[in-house]
């Protein structure tokens, strides 16, 4: 056996709360190396052998390792187990204190002394599985003409041009949203700002008149609701902007500033033009950066999304630079926002490993942009399908099995080149699909269902170009999402890779004894598969029939939900 | 290479702040697999390629593994890295990617996006490194008589025998422990309750009046401040007597008891016949153990403790069963706590891994009783010295390196054997030593300095046979810490195994450049070293020589520290 290769621990997503008496703990092997794993398990205070026994299930494999995993259920909060593993060649225990061939005793256990209440994992059980669609208000939909507008709705973007988008203009196109299959729109921030992103906010307090202010937004959230669906707003606390009047006051009395501990100033007088001070992102003068960890600033910030959690009754909040702001903030902020609405979804701009903030007292997700890396790989050729699901599992195993249905999966962002000027239109929508059917929540950054284009920031921001949108382009989304609710599986079940080819990228959904097989082809052949029927077939960009057909071919650059015959 | 064997993450031990630009990170390698390893490192922000490079020092071995630390400086607080592998056969990346040969890009990176001062790793500088004394206060000196004692002092302790211990009596012996060399002591429960042990408080606010109350706390206090050493108490808020006002009024109201939801109730109405509620360790009636993630418990706890470190100006806590009490209680504690004194020591009574409570947020340090575990096994002949080095090795793998001074290494206390009951009064003595120049807070449980014997609880809680005590026994101490004042390295230094062969525990304590060898032998038989000069040589239960001589030996059951010549 390589013995190297094992690898546990009692926290993190090795070993977590998922009830009051049971506990969830994984094991890491080398890859096919056992032929099964078993963990032995009872509670703290009882000095018997009288150990429970359960198979623990191979849930990962990446290029070196699996990963298995068990529940252990107990009368009582107390757990200690080992775990015994066996091959061909040997049968050994593994323990806290290491390798042992036989006799282990109670007082080798790895020990998860307690389940808390407070340590239990859990999510809001209404965001499993859902479809977000992100808009950047400013290009998203105009409902009228606006003093500040400086472009034609048509222009390609340049950083300093406003395009009027609105409350009102969303609002005009709830149907159109809904009708994508949508559950959760998230907007871009909209507190008082001078930029057309306003991610540099001038005043946590105010929502910003060029978007319609308040009572346009308090309207565009009943109309949300009245739809069934719901809105998370984005914010940012990692900095604010240099227009901000409480940076503004710094500026202007330099140490005898009450807010001089709310930054890290360099040197007085501090001057935009030396950037004295950190900012956002290296050097942006314009977005000084906030010392989160400071406990008036935690106050400031968490007692305005509490103030606006209340005051519009939103269903959650996406938060920008998620890794940067500090650990006492986040919880502070978990807190205090679950205290007003229990079932809030707290998402995180995180790029990479972010288990750190995963843990049940900051985070509940993630922006998942490894899952962007590695489809885009794919697609573009650079990795095959088993490298593919080697690297999602590698970044699945960062985290707690009970968060893969909440992980934010995004082809493309603000931050990002559009997708479809990555990958081209036809596979962008395949991507999209794929997405949308994939373990996690699925997010649309608006424009990219009709495969709009845009290079990096700021044509990553173009307007929706809404005399060129077709029923066309939203039917394989509507049906999509008809399907999902259908097939539950498809929201809530476990993803298993299947194996055809390395070109295809097929996979199993999971849930209740029930399952539905998706293949996606992005090569220009048709690709061979076993006889299935399939539910959902989209092919060069066309819905080629929404009824069962029999098929043993995937198509080039097709998309495919089957279920076996 | 074996690529199974590399490990990293960024975070816990693996990845953290010890400084606003220094950041600390390991990485795991099989053992004696790599020649060298390396970081190159580089700020978030920046995009280039001139990254800082710097070589990894290989800290600690275990049976299977190597592991290596850098400490990584910038001038801004963002981090990202990659490692650099080589051996004789290979040179490879690894990175959060994966290996890669080459062609390492800046996105393959680990990345810790920033060093926020909530998350700096920081410890009371004062308590590196010193000796604690434990008391149990009822058994350590009596003053005078009073009307609940029902034991002679010289009795063998039953579990309701009362001696009368008092403050007092610690008063008076603080010349004897001072001269220990003992800098911080720490006293068994002292609030009040009907037990001997208090372990189960009754009332939180009260000091109780069998140990003298709280005049005579007070005026111990100032004559341990006199004496330049400090105080530590103990807490528990895991549970508390069933006889408390908060628990009785629960049994009285039943579910319209406020407190009602301080606890694990089962059924109404409470019977402690029947046990119908969770307790401590199992099912232990007269302790039902407190939902310690309740925010009310938690105000009324750390409303406490905050109240008794402002009033007694005490210098920490030492805290029960700590890894039952909840994560969210410890998180408050802490932060009250270090507001009202911000240099007391936060010590948990945790006996397995406690990596989850010591990542800066909660616990300062805890009961290091693997050391125990592996010093007797050592003694005893059931592992050699060796072996007795990975399994330090691989239990101090799990904390962080700033950690190492303050980890409180013991071998013995109100819940274990007693020292010298399991190994004999010589070895008690040659291992009590060795615990007192171990990296770490050496621990000594009251009595243990004169091989005290005792079996299990209660039995290791005897009365303190002041009559027997003479200077010879309290010598070694004394000489040890005044060479602990004169050889700063003994207090401060890392601890470094030197192998002399498999009977013989030998390591060197080096700072700043200066260093000391301890050799310690446990056997009945003279071992060979190389030649050195002991400026300390305790030999057969006698202090043999204080002054420095040459030695080429160490005698059975001996322990000496050398210089080199």
């Known amino acids: 056996m390589n013995r190297h290769a094992v690898y546990h621990i009692s926290r993190g997503a090795y070993a977590y ?4 008496y049971t506990l969830c703990v994984r094991l890491r092997t080398a890859k096919n190396d056992c032929t099964t794993v078993k963990v032995h398990y009872l509670n703290v205070y009882n000095h018997s052998n009288n150990r429970k026994k359960v198979s623990m299930e191979k849930i990962l494999q990446d290029e070196y390792y699996d990963i298995y995993e068990a529940q252990l259920k107990l009368e009582e909060r107390h757990f200690k187990y080992f775990f015994e593993l066996k091959n061909d060649k040997e049968s050994v225990y593994y323990t806290s204190d290491g390798f042992i061939s036989n006799g282990v005793k109670n007082e080798n256990s790895f020990f998860f002394p307690v389940i808390n209440d407070d340590e239990i994992y859990t999510f809001p059980k209404w965001a499993e599985g859902v479809t977000i669609y992100q808009i950047f208000v ?11 507008i400086n472009a034609k709705w048509n222009d390609i973007p340049k ?3 406003f395009y009027g988008g609105d409350f009102n203009g969303i609002k005009e196109k709830l149907d159109y949203i809904h009708s ?59 900095h604010m902007s240099c227009y ?30 030396r950037c004295n001070y950190d900012t956002f992102a290296g050097c942006v003068p314009s977005m000084p950066r906030l ?23 939103i269903d959650g909040w996406r938060l920008d630079v998620a890794d940067e702001v500090s650990v006492s903030l986040w919880r502070k902020f978990r807190e205090e926002i679950l205290k007003v609405n229990c079932e809030a979804l707290i998402i995180g701009e995180i790029w990479n490993d972010a288990s750190k903030w995963m843990n049940g007292d900051q985070l509940h997700t993630v922006t998942n942009y490894k899952y962007r890396k590695w489809m885009m790989e794919f697609i573009e050729n650079k990795i095959d399908s088993s490298v593919f699901w080697q690297k999602i599992s590698a970044n699945n195993a960062l985290y707690k099995t009970l968060s893969y249905n909440y992980l934010v999966n995004l082809l493309g962002s603000h931050d990002t080149k559009r997708l479809a000027s990555v990958v081209g239109k036809n596979k962008a929508i ?8 994939f373990q996690g929540i699925g997010l649309i950054y608006y424009g990219d269902e009709i495969g709009l284009t845009g290079k990096d920031d700021p044509d990553n921001r173009r307007t929706m170009p809404w005399d060129k949108i077709s029923a066309e382009n939203i039917k394989p989304f509507e049906l999509l999402a008809k399907l999902k609710n259908k097939y539950p599986c498809i929201k809530y079940g476990k993803l298993i890779p299947i194996v055809v080819n390395e070109n295809i990228l097929a996979f199993e959904r999971s849930y209740k004894n029930k399952n539905v097989e998706v293949y996606v082809n ?14 959902f077939y989209y092919s060069f960009g066309e819905m080629i029939d929404e009824k069962t057909m029999s098929i043993n071919r995937i198509r080039a650059l097709s998309f495919a939900i089957c279920i076996k015959k």
Chains 1, 2 share one sequence.
């Open 244 to 273: 901000n009047k409480i940076f503004q006051d710094v500026i202007e009395k330099g140490k005898k500033s009450l807010y001089k501990d709310w930054f890290y100033i360099k040197e007085y007088p501090i001057s935009i033009d």
């Open 430 to 437: 395949l991507a999209l699909l794929t997405t949308l059917v």
């Open 180 to 238: 994508l299959g949508v559950d959760v729109i998230y907007l871009s921030p909209i507190f008082s700002s001078v930029t057309n992103h306003k991610y540099d906010i001038e005043d946590f307090y105010s929502i910003d008149e060029m978007f319609g202010g308040e009572d346009q937004l308090q309207d565009l959230i009943k109309e949300i609701h009245n739809k069934k669906m719901r809105i998370v707003l984005d914010c940012v606390f990692n």
């Open 17 to 20: 709360a998922i009830g009051e």
């Open 138 to 148: 400013d290009r998203f939909n105009k409902t009228y003409e606006k003093p500040f």
């Open 522 to 535: 992005f090569t220009n052949k048709d690709i061979l598969i076993e006889s299935r029927k399939s539910i």
């Open 291 to 313: 010392k989160t960890s400071n406990p008036q600033v935690i106050d400031y910030l968490v007692g305005a999304s509490v103030y606006w959690t209340k005051k519009l009754g």
């Open 159 to 161: 950083r300093h041009l």
